[in-house]
C-alpha cells in the first residue's frame, strides 16, 4: 500500500519531511500496557509509606526556591515542594512524583517496543517486564532525581527513533524534553554525546549509498540542530544558574567521583545485569544485537551504550547512568522475543523475576526483620528510609537533658543532609533546635547565629570536634532499633560548647560535598 507523501517530501531539501514506512506501526496495546500502569500505580501506592524517608527527601524539604544549587538543578526539589504545600507535607504525598515518573516510563518503553514494530504481546512484554523490574521499581518508589531520569532519558531517545524512521519533526520534541532534562540533572548532555557519536560511527553509509542517503543522515538535515537550539532555549535558565555559579555541578560530579569511583568501577559492570533483572537482561542483550542487525538507521543506539559506560567508568560517580538507555535496548528486544517465545514462557520468566524485583526493591519485608535480610546490603535506598524518627527522638532526649539555659542557646550540627532533613522533619514536634550541617547546598545556609554556643554534633569522628570547641562530650549514640547497619547506626551525639574563634572560625571548615 503506498504512503502519500507529507508537503515538502518532494526533491532533495535536505529539511525536507520524508514519512518512513514505519509510519505503519501496530495499535497501541491499551490493554496490557494499561493493565500495567494501574497496578504498579496501586502497589506502588499501597506501600509508600512503609519504613520512612529516605534521605534524600528529606534533604529535599528543605531546600529554598532557587534556579539551582551546587549539587542539582532544581526540578526535584521544587516537584517535592510544590506537592508538600499543595496535598501536605507527608511520605505519601513525597512519593506521589516517583510513582507518577515510573508509570510514565512504562508507557514510554512500551511506545518505544511500539515504535520498532511491536505488536501487542511485545508492548505487554516490555510493560510488565520494565514496571516490575529492580532498578525502575527501586526509584519509583522513593523520590530521587534519578526518578526523573528514568522517564526523560527514554522519552528523548523515544523522539530520536521516531525522528530517524518517521518524521524528522520530532528532532525538536527530542530538544524540548532534553531542555527539561536539563533542570533535573546536567547528564543529560552525556546522552547526547554518545547519540552524536553514535550517529558519526555507525550510520549504515554503504548501505544507503543512493542519490538521497546524504540527505537521510539525520545530522546533515537542520531538525536536530533545530531540537539542539531549543533545548538550549528551553533549559537556558539553569544553564545561566551554573555558568554564573561557577558550573557548581562539575565540582559536585568531581567530588562524586573522588568518593565514588572505586566502588562505581568495580560493581557498574554487575549492575548492567542486576538493573531490571538477570533473566531480563538476555532481553536488552538481544536487543542489542537485534537493532545492529536489523534497524540499521538505529545503530546509534548500540553505539551509544558503551559509550555510556565509558563515562560512567570516567567519571566514577554513579552506577546507573547508563540505565535509561538499557530500558530502551530492553524494549527493543521485547519485539523479536516476544515473535520467538511462547506466551507461557514469557510470561513466567516476567513472574519470576517480578517476584524478587519486589521484595528486594519495594519495603514489603516487615521493618523488624530488615536487618535479618540481605535486603538492606542490596538495597541502599532501604537502608537510607529507617530510622528517622528514631534517631530524632534520641537527639531530643540528649537536649531534654542539657540545662535550660543551654537548651535556649543551642543549635543541632549534622554530618549530613539526611539528618539534617530529619531533625527539620520531625524535630519541631519535639522542642528541637534548628539543625545546620556544612554538606552540599546546606553549608550555604549557615552559620549557626553567634548566640548558639552549644551545639549537639552527630559525627562518626568525635576527636575531630576537640579542637572546634571549648569542650565536647559524648551524651548518646544512635540506634533505629531494628538492627539495620546504615550510615546513622552508632554514631555518636556529642554536646560541644563555645565554638572556638567563633561560628566565623568554625563554619568554613564544615563544609563537603559528596
Not at 508537503?7 to 494499561?34: E, I, N, Q
Not at 539551582?68 to 512519593?95: H, K, N, S
Not at 541502599?380 to 527522638?393: L, M
Not at 555518636?492 to 565554638?499: G, Y
Request: aromatic share 10%.
Amino acid at each position: 500500500m503506498a504512503v502519500a507523501s507529507a508537503p515538502g517530501s518532494s526533491g532533495t531539501d535536505p529539511g525536507a519531511v520524508r514519512p518512513r514506512p514505519a509510519d505503519l506501526r501496530p495499535a497501541f496495546a491499551w490493554g496490557p500496557v494499561g493493565t500495567a500502569v494501574l497496578v504498579l500505580g496501586a502497589l506502588l501506592t499501597a506501600v509508600s509509606t512503609q519504613y520512612g524517608y529516605h534521605r534524600d527527601e528529606l534533604y529535599f524539604r528543605m531546600l529554598d526556591a532557587a534556579w539551582g544549587y551546587v549539587d542539582q538543578p532544581p526540578l526535584t526539589p521544587w516537584l517535592a515542594r510544590t506537592f508538600a504545600e499543595l496535598f501536605g507535607d507527608t511520605l505519601l504525598v513525597m512519593r506521589i512524583p516517583a510513582t507518577l515518573a515510573h508509570l510514565a516510563a512504562i508507557v514510554v518503553i512500551a511506545l518505544v517496543a511500539r515504535e520498532l514494530g511491536g505488536r501487542t504481546g511485545a508492548q505487554a512484554l516490555a510493560a510488565w517486564g520494565y514496571g516490575t523490574a529492580a532498578i525502575p521499581l527501586a526509584f519509583g518508589h522513593t523520590f530521587l532525581t534519578a526518578s526523573l531520569d528514568l522517564v526523560v532519558w527514554p522519552a528523548v531517545l523515544l523522539c530520536m527513533i521516531r525522528a530517524v524512521q518517521r518524521d524528522p519533526r520530532w528532532w525538536l520534541a527530542a530538544g524540548a524534553v532534553t531542555g527539561v532534562a536539563l533542570y533535573n540533572k546536567l547528564l543529560v548532555v552525556a546522552l547526547l554525546g554518545a547519540v552524536v557519536l553514535g550517529l558519526l560511527v555507525a550510520w549504515p553509509w554503504r548501505a544507503l549509498r543512493t542519490s538521497d542517503a546524504a540527505t537521510r543522515w539525520p545530522l546533515a538535515t537542520p531538525w536536530p540542530w533545530a531540537g539542539a537550539v531549543l533545548a538550549l532555549l528551553v533549559g537556558l535558565p539553569n544553564l545561566v544558574y551554573q555558568a554564573t555559579n561557577g558550573w557548581p555541578q562539575l565540582a559536585m560530579g568531581a567530588a562524586l567521583g573522588e568518593n565514588n569511583a572505586a566502588e562505581v568501577r568495580s560493581e557498574m559492570w554487575l549492575f548492567q545485569l542486576l538493573t531490571l533483572g538477570p533473566p531480563l537482561a538476555l532481553v536488552w542483550i538481544v536487543g542489542l544485537v537485534w537493532v545492529w542487525r536489523r534497524r540499521p538507521t538505529l545503530r546509534f543506539l548500540v553505539v551509544a551504550y558503551p559509550v555510556l559506560l565509558v563515562f560512567t567508568y570516567a567519571a566514577g560517580s554513579q552506577t546507573y547512568y547508563a540505565t535509561g538507555l538499557l530500558s530502551v535496548l530492553f524494549a527493543a528486544g521485547c519485539v523479536p522475543v516476544a515473535d520467538r517465545v511462547r506466551r507461557g514462557t514469557a510470561v513466567a520468566v516476567v513472574l519470576a523475576n517480578a517476584v524478587a524485583c519486589l521484595v528486594i526493591s519495594l519495603p514489603l519485608v516487615p521493618v523488624a526483620l530488615l536487618g535479618r535480610t540481605p535486603i538492606a546490603g542490596i538495597n541502599s535506598s532501604a537502608q537510607d528510609a529507617v530510622g528517622w524518627p528514631e534517631y530524632v527522638r534520641q537527639i531530643a532526649d540528649v537536649h531534654a537533658a542539657l540545662p535550660a539555659a543551654d537548651q535556649e542557646r543551642s543549635v543541632i550540627l549534622t554530618q549530613n543532609y539526611g539528618e539534617a532533613g530529619a531533625v527539620d522533619r520531625f524535630g519541631p514536634d519535639l522542642g528541637l533546635p534548628p539543625a545546620y550541617s556544612g554538606h552540599n547546598q546546606l553549608w550555604e545556609y549557615g552559620p549557626p547565629p553567634d548566640s548558639a554556643t552549644v551545639a549537639l554534633v552527630l559525627t562518626e569522628s568525635p576527636g575531630a570536634w576537640d579542637d572546634r570547641f571549648a569542650e565536647c562530650a559524648v551524651q548518646g549514640r544512635l540506634d533505629n532499633g531494628v538492627g539495620v547497619d546504615n550510615e546513622e547506626q552508632g554514631v555518636p551525639i556529642l554536646v560541644c560548647r563555645a565554638p572556638v574563634g567563633g561560628w566565623a572560625a568554625v563554619w568554613p571548615e564544615l563544609r563537603h560535598l559528596d
